[in-house]
């Protein structure tokens, strides 16, 4: 079963996370930050990964704890619900379209987190939501989701279009990623032989 179940409590912030790779994108994210909940909507829906979570954090300062805390939470339990990554296809990547923005993002889960951000939000807010949090939130997940994760914006000019695309095709790659392989189910794919 690859599911997992991750909490984390800080000075800042109280978040659980759980999370089933084999869903259908079943969803119930509420971590008081509304547009982020939309945005983890989208990364569940279209990843194909159910999700669960719930987050309080110290919002009288501002969000940011609380979005890139989730990240962690959330990179932690994909890390576990993969287990030693056997059968997975690892790498995959998704050009994707929203209006008039375009965010190809491509995806390794490889255990070397590394992220390539190349992401421009024209404003600084979508409603009260800070735009930079988007990034704060793929450093996290890709740090301690153990992923290499470049994303390019090839278009846009809505800051909300160019933060969704980019949940989107995250999200949509990572479906890919951690599907299992039908020509390699048993193999850890790498010729090390561990990721």
Same mark, same amino acid.
């Given at each position: 079963?690859?599911?997992?179940?991750?909490?984390?409590?800080?000075?800042?912030?109280k978040i659980t996370?759980?999370?089933?790779?084999?869903?259908?994108? @079943?969803?119930?994210?509420?971590?008081?930050? /509304?547009? =982020? %909940?939309?945005? &983890?909507?989208?990364?569940?829906?279209?990843? !194909?990964?159910?999700?669960?979570?719930?987050?309080?954090?110290?919002?009288?300062?501002?969000?940011?704890?609380?979005?890139?805390?989730?990240?962690?939470?959330?990179?932690?339990?994909?890390?576990?619900?993969?287990?030693?990554?056997?059968?997975?296809?690892?790498?995959?990547?998704?050009?994707?379209?929203?209006?008039?923005?375009?965010?190809?993002?491509?995806?390794?889960?490889?255990?070397?987190?590394?992220?390539?951000?190349? @992401?421009?939000?024209?404003?600084?807010?979508? /409603?009260? =939501? %800070?735009?930079? &949090?988007v990034r704060e939130?793929?450093?996290? !997940?890709?740090?301690?989701?153990?992923?290499?994760?470049?994303?390019?914006?090839?278009?846009?000019?809505?800051?909300?279009?160019?933060?969704?695309?980019?949940?989107?095709?995250?999200?949509?790659?990572?479906?890919?990623?951690?599907?299992?392989?039908?020509?390699?189910?048993?193999?850890?794919?790498?010729?090390?032989?561990?990721?």
């Amino acid at each position: 079963m690859r599911k997992a179940e991750i909490s984390r409590t800080t000075a800042e912030t109280k978040i659980t996370v759980e999370i089933n790779l084999d869903g259908t994108g @079943v969803y119930d994210n509420q971590t008081g930050v /509304g547009f =982020f %909940d939309h945005m &983890l909507d989208q990364l569940s829906r279209h990843s !194909l990964i159910d999700m669960t979570i719930r987050a309080k954090g110290d919002y009288h300062i501002d969000d940011h704890h609380t979005v890139e805390d989730t990240g962690i939470a959330l990179g932690q339990a994909l890390t576990q619900a993969l287990g030693d990554k056997r059968g997975i296809r690892r790498y995959a990547a998704c050009h994707l379209p929203m209006d008039d923005a375009q965010v190809r993002a491509a995806l390794d889960l490889s255990a070397r987190p590394y992220l390539i951000w190349n @992401v421009e939000m024209p404003t600084p807010k979508i /409603g009260t =939501f %800070d735009t930079e &949090l988007v990034r704060e939130f793929f450093q996290a !997940l890709s740090t301690h989701g153990g992923i290499t994760l470049h994303v390019d914006q090839i278009h846009g000019f809505n800051s909300h279009h160019i933060a969704e695309a980019t949940f989107k095709a995250v999200a949509r790659a990572l479906r890919e990623a951690v599907e299992t392989d039908p020509r390699k189910a048993d193999a850890v794919p790498s010729t090390k032989g561990a990721l």
